[in-house]
């Protein structure tokens, strides 16, 4: 009987060793067919869509302002501007508000070819992440279309990674209107 029982666990543990694959070296990079599984953590991949309203320093209720620089132009190197715009469902300024964009902007290369960015972009009425957030950052290009990273969340959106697009699709002196993809995993 005893040796049945001692049988019997050699033959389980040789099938958990079996079924675990092993260990790896140190360093060594672990993959997955699945892109969204990572280290063994589920991820769901989810996509936003929205409307980004500013209304630039000078025009009435100003959500953008120009707070250093030596230059009143805000493309000229070392200017630094702050934000609080509005994030809406549609391009229509009385959409649906679904949240703020507030962060700051630093034109922060000699040739004047954009900003770094750091955004917090805050949900307050978006269904299930009401009150969560997406954390921001990279370059900002206006001419063209500027992909910037996600680099962390709150609340729903914790461990938020991915990236994001913006693409101008009206910019006057009074008004600034932008479309914004987000694309992003969170940890289930």
């Not at 599984?37 to 320093?57: C, N, Q, S």
């Not at 040739?111 to 972009?121: D, H, K, R, V, Y």
């Not at 709150?154 to 699709?169: E, M, N, P, Q, S």
């Amino acid at each position: 009987m005893a040796a049945a029982r001692c049988s019997w666990l050699v033959l389980m543990l040789l099938l958990v060793l079996l079924a675990g694959g092993g260990a790896t070296a140190a360093g060594e990079e672990l993959t997955h067919p699945d892109p969204f599984i990572r280290m063994g953590v589920a991820e769901k991949l989810t996509h936003f869509h929205f409307y980004f309203h500013e209304v630039p320093v000078g025009a009435p209720n100003a959500t953008s302002v120009l707070v250093a620089g030596q230059h009143k132009n805000e493309t000229t190197f070392g200017n630094l501007k702050v934000f609080d715009n509005a994030l809406r469902e549609g391009a229509d300024p009385s959409s649906t508000l679904i949240g703020r964009a507030r962060g700051l902007g630093a034109v922060a290369s000699l040739n004047n070819s954009g900003a770094l960015t750091t955004i917090e972009f805050v949900f307050s009425d978006y269904g299930k992440y009401s009150g969560s957030t997406l954390a921001t950052v990279g370059h900002f290009i206006r001419s063209d279309t500027a992909e910037r990273s996600i680099v962390g969340g709150t609340g729903v959106l914790r461990f938020a990674r991915g990236y994001f697009t913006t693409d101008i699709l009206t910019s006057t002196d009074s008004y600034l209107l932008a479309d914004i993809h987000m694309y992003f995993t969170t940890a289930l």
